[in-house]
């Protein structure tokens, strides 16, 4: 089955305001002891949206004005700390398929690409206009166009700026590196094959 091509996305959005926004905020470390990631939404931003009983606090990823949203507005160096790919695991099972922020930690933008979802930067007025707009109309959608590197927002519109790979690989359906090599696993056998240490692996 082909990997999908990501070439736009499109979505209601939702404002986690703060710089320096590190993954064990995203996902306690307490969590990474799953062995799958199928619950990972529910823990996203766990210790700032519950108290210790258990309580909701107040927190976007809380408040019913942006349920169903899929874009995350951010603001700078978010994704920053440990390298733990259960952060953007966490965004994406907690229904996030974009990022759009100032700034991203390296690791942590890589690891989003790797499942389809892109992490796009904006300049700081940009942010700042978007998370206004979102804040005051939380149920209007936005739209994110890859190929054209632009953000479309009711009459506005916003230049974007992304990883080039990262882009390529959304755009051309390439981000799926296990599809990817399922998909070529005969040439990799053959490949393999060839490598003098795997000799004593069966193949």
Not at 14 to 24: A, R, W
Not at 79 to 99: D, K, T, Y
Not at 109 to 119: D, F, K, R, V
Request: overall charge positive.
């Amino acid at each position: 089955m082909p990997i999908k091509k990501i070439t736009n996305v499109s979505g209601k959005g939702i404002v986690i305001k703060g710089n320096d926004m590190d993954t064990d905020r995203i996902i306690p470390a307490r969590f990474l002891k799953e062995i799958t990631f199928s619950n990972m939404g529910k823990y996203a931003f766990y210790d700032e949206r519950f108290d210790e009983t258990g309580n909701k606090k107040i927190h976007p990823f809380n408040d019913e004005k942006f349920r169903g949203a899929s874009i995350l507005l951010v603001n700078k160096n978010f994704g920053c700390g440990s390298s733990r790919e259960h952060a953007p695991q966490a965004l994406m099972r907690f229904g996030i398929n974009a990022v759009i922020g100032e700034s991203f930690a390296d690791i942590f933008a890589g690891n989003c690409s790797m499942l389809g979802i892109p992490t796009i930067t904006v300049d700081k007025q940009d942010i700042e206009r978007l998370m206004e707009y979102v804040e005051n109309f939380p149920q209007k959608e936005i739209y994110i166009d890859i190929l054209k590197k632009e953000i479309r927002f009711k009459d506005s519109t916003i230049n974007i700026s992304m990883n080039e790979s990262a882009r390529k690989s959304l755009v051309e359906g390439m981000w799926d590196s296990t599809s990817l090599m399922l998909k070529s696993k005969d040439e990799i056998k053959k490949i393999a094959r060839k490598i003098p240490y795997l000799n004593d692996f069966k193949i």
